[in-house]
């Protein structure tokens, strides 16, 4: 069964440094989202991508974030400087244009120290 | 916007019984629910989803309940087993808006053999 999958699994930064969080969306799916989750707290929504444009973004999605689909396949989420505050899980999901369900990957954990 | 409460953080129940996790939500906009099963360490899983049109949807062991009047969710489990522990969010998505899924707190569910 196609799955969402998402690199590296862990990553650990410096405050202040670059990452890029990497996503392999279902190969037939349009809809691109990435989502956030503090360790014991609810998933929470950041952007959505459709068309390679964002069609929506939340408040936590400021100018240090941004989200490229860089060929056929990947689905990026880079964050300019990481703050202490990004440190959580990072779920991509990925839904086709008829159906209304959001498949999520198994995250990545983004620790910054 | 839309807020999404779960009753209980936690429900015990015995392998074999029937278990009920329940979830309110506060935006008459909300279209599309979807409950997800999450596990230590993982993605949130897709466990079944109805739309605002319908108000009772049955999967494999699976029953979700959707009460328009008062804006409560409910995710029927028959038969609990105890490969059902895990944390359940529902999720709800308002209309004409992105796609976004709005997540609640989670119930964390232990099936006690």
């Known amino acids: 069964e196609p799955e969402v999958t998402q690199t590296p699994s862990h990553q650990v930064t410096q405050m202040g440094q670059e990452v890029i969080l990497r996503c392999v969306p279902i190969?037939?799916?349009?809809?691109f989202y990435w989502y956030r989750q503090i360790l014991g707290q609810k998933v929470e929504f950041l952007v959505s991508?459709?068309?390679?444009?964002?069609?929506?973004k939340s408040e936590i999605f400021d100018d240090q974030f941004s989200v490229e689909r860089p060929d056929g396949s990947n689905f990026t989420l880079k964050i300019r400087s990481t703050k202490l505050e990004d440190s959580a899980m990072y779920f991509c999901?990925?839904?086709?244009?008829?159906?209304?369900?959001?498949?999520f990957g198994p995250g990545t954990r983004l620790l910054v120290l | 916007g839309e807020s999404v409460g779960l009753h209980l953080p936690t429900l015990s129940v015995q392998e074999g019984d029937n278990s009920i996790i329940n979830c309110a939500y506060s935006?008459?906009?909300?279209?599309?629910f979807i409950w997800y099963k999450q596990e230590s360490g993982k993605g949130p899983q897709f466990i079944i989803d109805?739309?605002?049109?319908?108000d009772k949807r049955q999967g494999q062991r699976v029953t979700v309940l959707l009460n328009k009047t008062v804006k409560h969710l409910s995710l029927q489990i028959a038969a609990t087993q105890p490969g059902d522990s895990a944390v359940y969010f529902c999720?709800?998505?308002?209309?004409?808006?992105?796609?976004?899924?709005?997540f609640g707190q989670g119930t964390e569910l232990s099936v006690k053999p």
């Open positions: 999901a990925s839904r086709t244009t008829v159906q209304e369900t959001q498949y």
């Open positions: 190969s037939n799916h349009l809809y």
């Open positions: 991508f459709y068309n390679n444009e964002i069609s929506e």
């Open positions: 935006n008459s906009a909300s279209d599309y």
């Open positions: 109805i739309r605002s049109n319908m």
């Open positions: 999720a709800v998505r308002i209309y004409n808006q992105g796609g976004k899924l709005i």
